[in-house]
């Protein structure tokens, strides 16, 4: 069974950093791309980062750009979403992703994904 489960999120102060994991089951994060996305209250979701497979190639949402830092870790099967100077309209549901069709160096958070996530909530208040 393939599927991939967030973990990390919570209450954190303006300001303040949290790191997300999405660990992977049934497949490795250097196989496909891995995306994280989000969803606020009202709100369409939308990409935030993601990494290739190959690993060498990353991308993020310019509101998130010197904020945000996405990361894996092979032998762990992990992926990670570093937040930092979190804001309060950072606030959503934050999903992790694969996407099986992208090629091996590629990734984009516009392009369908295959896997998702069951989400997790981050909320950023004082």
């Known amino acids: 069974q393939l599927k991939l489960v967030e973990s990390g999120g919570g209450l954190v102060q303006p300001g303040g950093s949290l790191r997300l994991s999405c660990e992977t089951v049934?497949?490795?994060?250097?196989?496909?791309?891995i995306g994280w996305f989000r969803q606020a209250p009202g709100k369409e979701r939308m990409g935030v980062s993601c990494i290739s497979a190959s690993g060498d190639r990353t991308n993020y949402a310019d509101s998130v750009k010197g904020r945000f830092t996405i990361e894996r870790d092979i032998a762990k099967n992990m992926v990670y979403l570093q937040m930092t100077s979190l804001e309060p309209e950072d606030t959503a549901v934050y999903y992790c992703?694969?996407?099986?069709?992208?090629?091996?160096?590629?990734?984009?958070?516009?392009?369908?994904?295959?896997?998702w996530g069951q989400g997790i909530q981050v909320t950023v208040d004082s």
């Open positions: 049934g497949f490795t994060v250097d196989y496909w791309a």
């Open positions: 992703a694969a996407d099986e069709e992208i090629s091996k160096t590629r990734c984009s958070t516009t392009l369908p994904y295959t896997y």
